[in-house]
């Protein structure tokens, strides 16, 4: 009798944590702080499992959105102005990962639109919209078979400013993701 416990619980082990296949649809939510204004902010995603005949490595497609809201001190032409900045990005990308035990690494690389919108205080304002393309990792842990907490890096490069002048846009995302 223990012997045929410990097989059934040893199946149903390995399927609730290596079976990723029955996983085709991921929606996340993060918190989100990066190194330019505004730093902190929140992000959502949705995932969707692509590639699945590929035997080791679980491929996803993702569409993500952030947005970021704080205030500033903006000094353009040595002149210094106060306000509210929001920015929001939106995306795709594309990520490729590896199960391994409750642990999913994972890379991706993405495209996506940023737009910067500030509100001075004595009627100075901009906004500007521009395309990124970014890169980043991660690690997702799976101690639920439905529910992922994780961690990410992203690193972006927006092309075309003409008002703002970021070299590398950096951010970290802490948050949780829920797998049907």
């Given at each position: 009798?223990?012997?045929l416990?410990f ?7 390995l399927?609730a944590?290596t079976?990723?296949?029955s996983?085709q649809?991921s929606l996340g939510a ?9 730093t902190?902010g929140?992000?959502?995603?949705v ?7 590929v ?14 809201n704080?205030?500033a001190?903006?000094t353009?032409?040595e002149?210094?102005?106060?306000g509210?900045?929001e920015?929001y990005?939106?995306?795709l990308a ?21 737009n910067?919108n ?9 906004d500007?919209?521009n395309?990124?393309?970014?890169g980043?990792?991660g690690l ?7 529910i992922k907490?994780?961690?990410?890096y992203r690193?972006?490069?927006i ?7 970021f070299?590398n ?7 949780v993701?829920?797998?049907?």
């Amino acid at each position: 009798m223990k012997k045929l416990l410990f097989a059934v619980l040893t199946v149903g082990f390995l399927f609730a944590f290596t079976n990723q296949a029955s996983a085709q649809w991921s929606l996340g939510a993060s918190y989100e702080t990066r190194n330019e204004d505004p730093t902190n902010g929140f992000g959502l995603r949705v995932e969707r499992s692509v590639l699945s005949a590929v035997p080791v490595v679980d491929f996803n497609m993702r569409a993500h959105f952030s947005f970021f809201n704080d205030d500033a001190l903006i000094t353009p032409d040595e002149q210094s102005y106060s306000g509210d900045i929001e920015a929001y990005d939106y995306g795709l990308a594309l990520t490729a990962g590896v199960g391994i035990a409750f642990v999913k690494p994972y890379v991706g690389l993405g495209i996506g639109a940023e737009n910067y919108n500030f509100q001075g205080d004595q009627g100075f304002s901009f906004d500007e919209s521009n395309l990124f393309w970014n890169g980043f990792g991660g690690l997702e842990l799976s101690i639920l078979p439905m529910i992922k907490p994780f961690v990410e890096y992203r690193i972006s490069q927006i092309s075309g400013s003409e008002q703002i002048n970021f070299d590398n846009v950096s951010r970290v995302a802490f948050g949780v993701s829920l797998r049907f």
